[in-house]
């Protein structure tokens, strides 16, 4: 298997096809696994790039090997297998906890960076938030229950709708959580507080894609227009009927947005979606 040694870490990697280069990076609690159905569709016509974080997946250590990390510390370990495994700018996609990698990747080494397409991003906890992680860092705090800690995001990450109409796409998420120890989900909690880049948006000056799901009740929509009103290179677009996850939930439909935001970036324009025509999975607004 692939490795990538990134500060004394082994950091598993995948890396597929050849072309323009889309980076793929999970969230909290969370591996590479999750992007299956983005990485087999553009596999064939793009370089893709996914990778674990530190101590996620198969980017593991033994117990005692275990130390707290931030936000800032898995951007570090992201830009060097950026640096390392790829010779050309990237667009990274990130999904939640990952939209902040994301952005801090951005922040740090925009030269390695084509634009973000950022699913369900936050540039800071709002009390809502806040009190939300709070809760479940003293969840896994006295028992590590990551079982029932999974359970419980679930319910916050897909519709009802989904989940019952669904359930096989669910286990598979839910058990890809249960493979990490409640450290893992613990110290993701803690990095989450501690992020908070709204002071420092205006200096991302590449396309912007943020992406979110009607439904979302862990980053309710207000979140990316927070965003995109500090960024004039971006635009904004809701999935009907999706959750937090709209590329598990609407995979066909959020790949077809994929393929139009590259394209059109790679043409040097802010992508168009007026003439878009999908399905009524989506509303797209221009920005600007």
């Known amino acids: ?45 793009f370089t893709v790039l996914a990778a674990d ?18 936000i800032e510390q898995l ?19 990130g999904i939640s906890m990952g939209s902040a990698l994301a952005m801090q990747i951005a922040l740090e080494c925009q030269e390695l960076v084509s634009g973000l397409i950022l699913i369900e991003p936050w540039a800071y906890c709002d009390d809502e938030h806040r009190s939300r992680l709070e809760r479940w860092i003293e969840m896994l705090s006295k028992n ?23 359930p096989e796409k669910v286990k598979v998420y839910e058990n890809i959580r249960n493979e ?34 009607e439904f979302d009740v ?12 500090e960024i004039p290179t971006s635009i904004d677009i809701r999935m009907k009927e999706c959750g937090h996850m709209p590329f598990i939930e609407c995979p066909e439909e959020f790949n077809r947005i994929l393929r139009r935001c590259v394209e059109n970036c790679e043409e040097g324009k802010i992508p168009d979606f007026l003439n ?5 999975v989506c509303i797209v607004q221009n920005s600007i």
């Open 1 to 45: 298997m692939p490795y990538f040694l990134s500060n004394n870490l082994q950091m598993f990697y995948k890396l597929e096809g050849r072309g323009i280069p889309l980076v793929f990076i999970h969230g909290l609690g969370s591996n590479h696994k999750i992007w299956e159905q983005q990485l087999l569709n553009f596999q064939n016509e």
């Open 276 to 280: 878009y025509d999908g399905s009524n």
């Open 218 to 229: 862990l980053i309710p929509p207000y979140h990316s227009r927070l965003i995109r009103h």
């Open 144 to 166: 590590g229950d990551v079982r029932g800690f999974s359970e419980n995001l679930i319910r916050h990450y897909f519709p009802m709708p989904f989940i019952q109409n669904s």
């Open 75 to 93: 951007a570090s370990d992201w830009i060097g297998l950026l640096k390392s495994k790829l010779d050309r700018k990237a667009y990274i996609v």
């Open 180 to 213: 990490h120890r409640a450290a893992v989900h613990l110290q993701d909690c803690k990095a989450c507080l501690e992020f908070d880049v709204r002071n420092r948006l205006k200096e991302i000056n590449i396309p912007m894609i943020l992406i979110y799901g």
């Open 53 to 70: 974080n530190r101590y996620h997946g198969l980017s593991t250590v033994t117990d005692s090997e275990f130390k707290a990390y931030n």
